[in-house]
């Protein structure tokens, strides 16, 4: 009896070893796969420059850009004071910068001419390497602006809009977006290189009157080189409509003695049909720099 009752102790140890062995390796086989473990999205950080409210505009200004980044006609029209200033927008729900320009007195930094008045941003010399272009580099540019309802262009220049030579051969824009009065007002895209034989002229042009009163947001990407590329995009923001699309595989951006080339923003405009225009206020926001193609 002794026996036998041992014998079923062993046989039963056996079988619960035997299944519980089953069960750990059932438990294992069963888990998930270990996850994998995705690398970390990389993302290319630029520059953002962003209106943070009343006061302080021209320090903010310089803060960012570098050096005296705004060229405006205050010396000449002091009463008025600072003609770049910062309010809230209602539309974009945030502050943002307000361009003011007036057909009198201002005029272009007290600098003795009487053709032209400025009110404009840049990055210059001083501005950090990070704001410039280099030669075959590829830069992308982002900003928005709205024109007043009631804006007013000349049959002659008025650039809302530059891109031009830092140094060397550096009078001329090499691009500009330029408001332009006609039978039809119209957005004109210019492209003026460092000789007659390579310069296309207005490259594109749209009807203004779908800019007037409304944001939108440009996305303007640049190869610098003698054969660059150029693409530009301009989107109303309240639905995504697009306005404006032009875009050159083979562009001379490059101008000789250059060692970089650099962005403006504001108000530039010629005043030989000053009866055509009037007062303007045209507001900016969100202006970025990102090297390579903005993704």
């Known amino acids: 009896m002794k026996k036998t009752t041992l014998k079923w102790t062993w046989v039963f140890t056996i079988l619960l070893f035997v299944n519980c062995s089953k069960s750990k390796s059932n438990q294992k086989n069963n888990q998930d796969p270990p996850v994998k473990e995705e690398p970390p999205i990389k ?33 000449g029209h002091t009463d008025f004071g600072r003609h770049i200033s910062e309010i809230y927008d209602d539309v974009l729900k945030k502050n943002v910068f307000v361009f003011t320009i007036h ?26 390497d990070s704001l410039k272009g280099a030669l075959n580099e590829t830069v992308t540019y982002r900003w928005k602006f709205m024109l007043p309802v009631g804006f007013q262009p000349s049959p002659s220049f ?33 492209h003026t290189a460092g000789t007659s034989a390579t310069t296309l002229g207005k490259v594109k042009e749209v009807d203004l009157s779908a800019f ?9 990407k640049i190869k610098y080189g003698t054969h660059g590329t150029y693409e530009v995009k301009i989107n109303r923001i309240s639905d995504g409509a697009s306005l404006l699309t032009y875009s050159n595989s ?13 962005p403006k923003w504001g108000i530039y405009r010629s005043l030989n ?21 903005g993704q």
């Open 250 to 262: 083979d562009i001379d951006l490059w101008r000789k003695e250059t060692t970089f080339c650099r």
């Open 212 to 220: 007037k009163g409304v944001w939108v947001e440009v996305t303007e």
């Open 158 to 190: 008025t650039h809302i809009h530059q891109i031009k030579a830092g140094d060397g051969d550096d009078g001329s824009p090499l691009i500009t977006i330029s408001p332009r009065y006609g039978n039809q007002d119209k957005l004109e895209i210019i």
């Open 43 to 75: 993302t290319k950080l630029g520059f953002l420059l962003e209106a943070d409210g009343p006061g302080n505009t021209y320090e903010l200004l310089n803060s960012k850009l570098g050096g005296t980044a705004m060229e405006v006609p205050d010396c």
């Open 273 to 293: 049909n000053k009866s055509y225009l009037r007062d303007e206020q045209v507001r900016f926001a969100d202006f970025s720099i990102v090297e390579g193609d």
């Open 103 to 128: 057909t009198s007195p201002d005029d272009d930094r007290c600098n003795g001419s009487t053709d032209r008045q400025r009110n404009e941003i840049k990055t210059y010399g001083p501005s950090p």
